[in-house]
């Protein structure tokens, strides 16, 4: 329970309200933002050699779809 029955905030949010703020989210908003995009294409990189995300995910890309539509239809002219 709260130590003051008026308070509405929780004790652990007054001492996690200084670490963020409007200035310090500012300045880490690029690095995380670079972060998930590396997270993000390194997930890609590693389904791309299955068929399922071939399928649905890289040939539904509208420039570059053609690309993984050509290596699935080699795919099933080699089976």
């Given at each position: 329970m709260l130590a003051q029955p008026w308070s509405t905030q929780p004790p652990w949010m007054r001492r996690m309200a200084p670490c963020f703020n409007r200035t310090k989210v500012k300045n880490v908003a690029p690095t995380l933002i670079a972060w998930?995009?590396?997270?993000?294409?390194?997930?890609l990189m590693l389904l791309e050699p299955t068929?399922?995300?071939?399928?649905?995910?890289?040939?539904?890309?509208?420039?570059?779809?053609?690309?993984?539509?050509?290596?699935l239809e080699a795919a099933e002219q080699k089976d």
């Amino acid at each position: 329970m709260l130590a003051q029955p008026w308070s509405t905030q929780p004790p652990w949010m007054r001492r996690m309200a200084p670490c963020f703020n409007r200035t310090k989210v500012k300045n880490v908003a690029p690095t995380l933002i670079a972060w998930g995009a590396c997270a993000g294409i390194a997930a890609l990189m590693l389904l791309e050699p299955t068929p399922l995300a071939r399928k649905d995910v890289f040939s539904n890309i509208p420039l570059l779809g053609r690309f993984w539509q050509k290596k699935l239809e080699a795919a099933e002219q080699k089976d």
